[in-house]
Each structure stands twice: as C-alpha cells, then as structure tokens.
C-alpha cells in the first residue's frame, strides 16, 4: 500500500489542511520530505497518518491550544487515501480511511455506512496479510542493552497491524535492542536453516544484508553477521577488525535500525510471500530524518533509504536543510507558518523555502 493524499482538520497547527503525495503521473510518490522548522506541525502530519491506515484508525489527539471559542470547536478528524497496490490488486480506487469521528462535507449518511462498512472490512483483512507499516520517533535513541533472544514467532516473525505508533514516547524509543535481535536472529536462521528444504527467516537475512550494504555505504562499514560466542551483531570498517553494533558511528546506528525495523515489517506482514523481502510494498514513516547525522551524509539519506528498500514509500520529516539539498523538488514539501497560517510549499523552491 502506499498513501496519496491526507487531510487533517482541527489538530494542533492544522485548521484544515489536505497533503497531496501524488506525482504529475498521479501516482504516489515513493519518496516524500516534510521540510520545516519547530512548531510547523510535521510531527503532527505524521501521527495523523499513523492514526489512520488500513488496520488501526483512532480518534486523533485534541487540539493542544484551541483558537476558536469552545461552542464553535470542531472535533479534530483524519481523512487519508490509501491506494493498496499488491494488498489488493483489483482495487480500482483508493480505499479512504478516516477517523472515526469524521465529518466529511457533503457526504450523505448512507455513504458514510458504506465507506464505515469497507474500513472495517479491511480491518479485518489486515490482521490477515500485508498492509506493512512502520513509524520511527524523532526520539529515537541507543543504550548499550545487549542482545535478548526468546521465541523468533514472538518476535521476528510476528507483524501486528495494530500496533500503536507513537513519535512522541522517548521512553519507548530505545532501538538498540529491537535492532540487535532482528540481526542477530536472521544470521543464526540462516545458519540453521541451511540443512532444511524449506528456508524461512534465512530470506530475511538476505534482505537484510542487502539494505545494510546499501544504508552503511557513507560509513565504509559493513555487516558481518553474528558473532558466535556472543551472538552479537558485528560489523567492519574500513577493512578493519570487527566492531559491535554499540560501537558503530551514531548515523550508522541510527541507518541501520530504520532500515531493519522496515525489513523485518515488510518480511512479518507478507511471510511466506515467494516475492523477495526488498520487493514488497510498505510504508515507512520517519520523523527528524537527520538526527545524528553529519551534513554531508544528511543530504545522502532519503535516497539511500529509497535504493535500500525500493518499493517502500518513504515519509519523513526534517528541519535541516541538507536533507533536502539532493532531492528532487517533487520530492519536497515545505511547511511554513506566516503569522496564524501554515503554508504548504512544492515545487523548485520548497527544497529551500
């Protein structure tokens, strides 16, 4: 699945504003930036896509300051197009998930019974297959926990579609270990799974390989797999001696576990799929793209991300500008507030707006 346009009305920033990531060909956009300083609401587009997707559709958080008087207040509410591509090929049109408190202008109640009838339809079919989606925090940060291992069917291979997502939660932000245990597990498969007809999670290891060649190619490092006394995830850099994940520079880390939460997402919601893992369709969120991230790799990431995983759709979010330095001006939305109003800007001159 993929998204081609959002609306949000009544929250926070938003009074009422439609996001369209829909390219000239009208076709989603495999890669989107939400280009803005503080305050700008990127994070709040953000949780509102992650509130209403095929599977999980909440009421959105209220407004945190109010500018209308309480009588004239409206419900804040979500409307988004979801175009489902390989998780429903015959689909003619996009299926519209909105929040349940939607009050959509003009719709008769009969279409709004029919369009409550399809979300919950495919609700249900989300909990069955597909529908990969994953959003990283901005406050995403790395302990030094070490590897955990327990049941790979509770872990690795298990994909919850209605598993909340939070871009605010620092406390649930910790990746280190989340990241540890999906390496870790898919390079001890792959080495028991060698002797069996029917591999399984060694797929995932292939994927997984793939992407950190791509996401470490900034850092001349590279993934090793496991080592076998610890059962750690090792790296090389530079042709040196193997160094642990903790270890790694901090924009490797931070690369390394967006693209293994997206790989073990789009490996748990198709498993079993005879399509390779990079060439499944999903959506990644990502707010703050460039936290711990040097200048010079900053404007390298969003299409590193893109070759990693090339049939993800990419949404992330940044306040630097060396982010956008490199994307092409359909890549780029620029968000700007001009005294009480939120501007969108697209175009040549959002990259630098």
């Known amino acids: 699945m993929r998204l081609c346009r959002v609306r949000v009305v009544g929250l926070a920033q938003h009074e009422d504003l439609t996001l369209s990531l829909l390219g000239d060909d009208e076709a989603p956009r495999p ?12 994070t709040t587009l953000l949780n509102a896509i992650a509130h209403t997707r095929p599977g999980y559709a909440l009421p959105p958080l209220p407004r945190a300051r109010p500018r209308l008087q309480p009588q ?23 299926l519209l998930v909105t929040s349940p408190t939607a009050a ?7 279409a709004a019974i029919l369009r409550r009838r399809e979300q919950a339809l495919f609700d249900k079919r989300a909990q069955e297959h597909g529908f990969a ?45 989340e990241t540890k245990q999906i390496y870790s597990y898919a390079a001890i498969a792959r080495a028991l799974e060698a ?56 924009g490797a880390r931070h690369l390394l576990a967006i693209g293994a939460l997206a790989t073990r997402a789009l490996y748990g919601a198709y498993e079993g799929d005879p399509r390779e893992v990079r060439e499944r369709e999903g959506v990644v969120m990502v707010d703050d793209l460039e936290s711990m991230q ?11 991300l893109a070759r990693a995983l090339p049939r993800v759709q990419w949404i992330t979010a940044t306040s630097h500008p060396s982010v956008t330095m490199n994307c092409d001006p359909g890549e780029v939305i620029a968000l700007r507030r001009t005294g009480d109003r939120l501007e969108l800007h697209a175009g040549s001159l959002a990259t630098f707006h």
């Open 31 to 42: 890669l989107v930036v939400l280009f803005g300083g503080d305050g700008t609401g990127k």
């Open 195 to 250: 002797r069996t007809e029917t591999p399984r999670v060694s797929q995932l290891d292939s994927a997984l390989r793939e992407v950190a060649a791509v996401l470490l190619e900034p850092f001349g490092a590279r993934y090793e797999g496991a080592d076998p006394t610890t059962l750690e995830p090792v790296f090389a850099i530079d042709g040196g001696p193997l160094v642990l994940f903790d270890d790694l520079p901090r």
């Open 104 to 110: 959509i202008e003009g719709e008769t109640e009969s």
């Open 133 to 177: 989606f994953v959003a990283i925090s901005g406050a995403r940060w790395f302990s030094r926990s070490a590897v955990m291992l327990s049941s790979p069917e509770r872990t690795i291979s298990k994909y919850d579609p209605r598993a909340p997502a939070s871009f605010d939660d620092a406390a649930r932000a910790d990746l280190t270990r």
């Open 72 to 94: 004239e207040e409206r419900k804040g509410f979500v409307v988004a197009e979801w175009a489902l591509g390989d998780d429903d090929l015959a689909r003619p049109h996009p």
């Open 294 to 304: 040097d200048a010079v790799n900053a404007k390298l990431i969003p299409h590193l």
